[in-house]
């Protein structure tokens, strides 16, 4: 157990919906992360929250915006759905962004758009 | 732009040393290596960064290169469940993932 929460572990929705996704850091961290891994696909980096702030932004689509709230927990939503964002979402967590600080993930939370 | 190169598959026999390279000749000064695994559809696991020194803990060494151009993660003594999708990872701050190596571990 990495100590990151993600919630709702399982989702199914309809094309056109809207979905968040949720996620607890590790008690103590103050940066997230937010990836898609599509099937058979790789990690791809989604975007990065540093103490509330957006910090780096990778490979986001306009539909997708995250936020991070002042108790450091973290949503990702997800709008105008596509059956192309069908994926597991992983969230991590790390102490601070700096050099050398490890990242622990969640374990996921798998969304299927139908 | 791949900051790391890794080969795509390999096979170790189970209680064998598992050697996995992985190639960053564009490293920064400020960069670390870091190494994760992901088994199956489970979120990446942590095993082991470093930023010139060879490292070691419970799970793995990490093997890196003078001049830091290339590393070697090792498995000193691979099991089935090491079986995973092995990922390097250069970086100074975010994490972003390549297309990692397929380690297959054979009884």
């Known amino acids: 157990d990495s100590g990151v929460t993600q919630t709702p572990k399982h989702l199914i929705t309809a094309t056109g919906q809207r979905v968040t996704l949720r996620c607890s850091p590790r008690?103590?961290?103050?940066?997230v992360y937010w990836y898609q891994q599509s099937l058979d696909q790789g990690l791809q980096f989604l975007i990065q929250y540093y103490n509330g702030e957006e910090r780096a932004k990778g490979n986001i689509l306009e539909r997708f915006s995250a936020q991070q709230f002042p108790d450091l927990h973290s949503e990702l939503n997800l709008s105008s759905l596509e059956l192309g964002d069908s994926a597991l979402y992983f969230c991590a967590s790390s102490v601070a962004p700096d050099l050398g600080n490890t990242i622990y993930f969640g374990e996921g939370s798998w969304l299927t758009v139908v | 732009d791949a900051k790391t190169t890794q080969p795509p598959s390999m096979d170790c026999a189970e209680g064998r040393a598992a050697n996995l390279p992985c190639n960053h000749s564009?490293?920064?000064?400020?960069?670390?290596v870091y190494w994760y695994r992901q088994i199956h559809s489970q979120g990446p696991q942590y095993i082991i960064h470093?930023?010139?020194n060879n490292e070691t803990n419970e799970m793995a060494s990490l093997i890196i290169t003078e001049d830091r151009k290339s590393s070697t993660l090792i498995l000193p003594h691979a099991t089935l469940r090491d079986t995973a999708v092995y990922y390097c990872i250069v970086t100074n701050n975010d994490m972003r993932f390549g297309a990692g190596t397929r380690l297959t571990v054979k009884p």
């Open positions: 564009t490293i920064s000064g400020n960069e670390y």
């Open positions: 470093g930023l010139k």
């Open positions: 008690s103590g961290d103050l940066s």
